[in-house]
């Protein structure tokens, strides 16, 4: 589906009128070309109910909605994608705000170098090595590990430390699934994640800002929980270099710098493993890092966030314990404290 804005100026009546046009078409008849700038730069949901077709059931879900109108920087199409109960009903940031404004120090600290800096990456081929406490160990191609399969879509709240929360239409695959086939044994407590290190293909990586590779990672039960993800795309298209191609983690409770991109290396471990910003700072973050809006950051209060694309006059909104998924996730820490174990 294609929404098409077409803004005129009515010299008569001095207004500026807006019209909207949709098209249904089948996704393989679209060519990047024909997608307008203002389609994609006006909220989806927003058009609709101008339109006055979200009532019409023609529109079900904003999981529908997000496989909508993308650029032409848009890579491959994903097939046969599922949703999940686990997607939130809140409406997704723009392709472009999600693809723009990221963190991603392996292609520079700005928020637009890794878009600008990633442009030329080959995520493929692509494998992981599986290490530690598995009986699968191995090194694994992308596809390997990916088609077995199912994919879905997880909208999912993003928190990052900085104080700045997004909306993501995400595709992937439960975490769970993908490392259950690799066996973990009964002394894996945790898993540790690597990102791809060559300097060569990964600039940031020429200069010692952190303590490459990338490394993060999680107690076996976060790692196994229904929520956590293995992303390999966003909005239905495979996933932009930008965003941690060709697969990353996406673990929407915790803070972002949690939710490791370009996974190489998987290690099952007996010992907690110390992720590159806990090594780098020691004083910000711990192993957790669960969002806490009650735990301040050193520099800043978490306790409010500022939701990227909603316009300089929507203003802060405050951050909910485990960014909202509580329910979920409360249950992995009885017993812990929080203010302490962060
Ligand atoms: N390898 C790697 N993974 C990373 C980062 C990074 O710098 N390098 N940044 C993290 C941070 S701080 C955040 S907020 C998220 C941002 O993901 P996004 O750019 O897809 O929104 O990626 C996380 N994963
Ligand atoms: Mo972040």
């Not at 191609?141 to 909208?155: A, G």
């Not at 939710?259 to 010992?271: C, E, L, N, V």
């Not at 780098?280 to 669960?290: D, K, M, T």
């Not at 300089?312 to 329910?327: P, Q, S």
Request: glycine share 8%; charged share 25%.
């Amino acid at each position: 589906m294609i929404i098409i804005c077409v803004r005129s100026f009515s010299r008569s009546t001095n207004a500026i009128k807006t019209e909207i046009f949709m098209l249904i078409k089948r996704s393989s008849d679209i060519l990047p070309s024909e997608i307008t700038p203002e389609a994609v730069y006006l909220k989806r949901r927003e058009l609709l109910k101008m339109a006055g077709i979200a009532s019409a059931g023609l529109v079900a879900s904003p999981s529908l909605l997000a496989a909508g109108p993308v650029p032409g920087d848009a890579g491959k199409r994903l097939e046969g994608i599922r949703k999940s109960p686990f997607s939130t009903d809140q409406e997704p940031n723009s392709w472009s705000d999600v693809t723009t404004y990221n963190n991603y120090y392996e292609f520079g600290t700005g928020k637009e170098d890794p878009s600008r800096n990633a442009k030329d990456f080959e995520p493929l081929p692509w494998t992981v090595k599986v290490s530690g406490e598995c009986d699968k160990a191995g090194t694994y191609n992308y596809e390997d590990i990916i088609n077995p399969h199912t994919l879905e879509e997880r909208i999912y709240r993003l928190r990052c430390v900085e104080a700045w929360s997004m909306v993501v239409p995400w595709v992937g695959i439960p975490l769970a699934d993908i490392l259950k086939r690799f066996a973990p044994n009964s002394d894996a407590k945790y898993v540790r994640f690597q990102t791809l290190y060559d300097p060569k293909r990964m600039p940031g990586q020429r200069r010692r800002i952190l303590d490459w590779p990338y490394e993060e990672g999680l107690t076996i039960a976060e790692a196994m929980h229904p929520l956590s993800l293995m992303a390999v795309g966003i909005y239905g298209y495979e996933l932009p270099n930008q965003n941690g191609a060709p697969m990353r983690l996406v673990v929407p409770w915790k803070y972002g710098f949690k939710s490791i991109k370009a996974i190489a290396g998987i290690k099952f471990t007996k010992r907690k493993p110390r992720s590159s910003w806990e090594k780098a700072i020691p004083s910000e973050y711990g192993f957790y890092a669960n969002v806490n809006p009650d735990v301040p950051h050193p520099r800043w209060s978490q306790a409010r966030e500022r939701p990227i694309g909603a316009g300089v006059f929507a203003g802060k909104k405050e951050t909910l314990m485990f960014n909202g998924y509580g329910d979920q996730v409360a249950s992995l820490y009885t017993g812990l404290d929080l203010r302490k174990n962060y």
